[in-house]
Nanobody, 123 residues
Framework: QPRLVESGGGSVQAGGSLRLSCVTS????????VGWFRQVSGKDRVGIAQ????????YYADSVKGRFNISQDSAANTVYLQMNMLKPEDSGMYYC????????????????WGQGTQVTVSS
């Protein structure tokens, strides 16, 4: 089954940038949807950005459009989330997930998850 390992989280000031990485195994690039999700303590995990690894179509939550960019390096089996102009409300645990199909990629319900990486943005 797919395995995902996130890294790149940390603490930054508002306006700063971070790049998260999700190294995958047993994910078929070209036939998989991979997404980034954020979870704040006590709340549900929320989809932030998704990419269909076939045609590289990308989808974003309204709250991050224009600031975040999801991309992939299929040769490295890695999906990235470049986060710019960070805000305190972007803070949370970020998870990489996969599952679903092309039709549902924009509203991915992941079946497989990584362990998460913490992002903290201070004002």
């Amino acid at each position: 089954q797919p395995r995902l390992v996130e890294s790149g989280g940390g603490s930054v000031q508002a306006g700063g940038s971070l790049r998260l990485s999700c190294v995958t195994s047993n994910v078929i690039y070209g036939r998989a949807c991979v997404g980034w999700f954020r979870q704040v303590s006590g709340k549900d995990r929320v989809g932030i950005a998704q990419i269909w690894t076939g045609d590289l179509s990308t989808y974003y939550a309204d709250s991050v459009k224009g600031r975040f960019n999801i991309s992939q390096d299929s040769a490295a089996n890695t999906v990235y989330l470049q986060m710019n102009m960070l805000k305190p409300e972007d803070s949370g645990m970020y998870y990489c997930g996969t599952g679903g199909n092309r039709r549902d990629c924009s509203d991915l319900v992941a079946r497989f998850w990584g362990q998460g990486t913490q992002v903290t943005v201070s004002s």
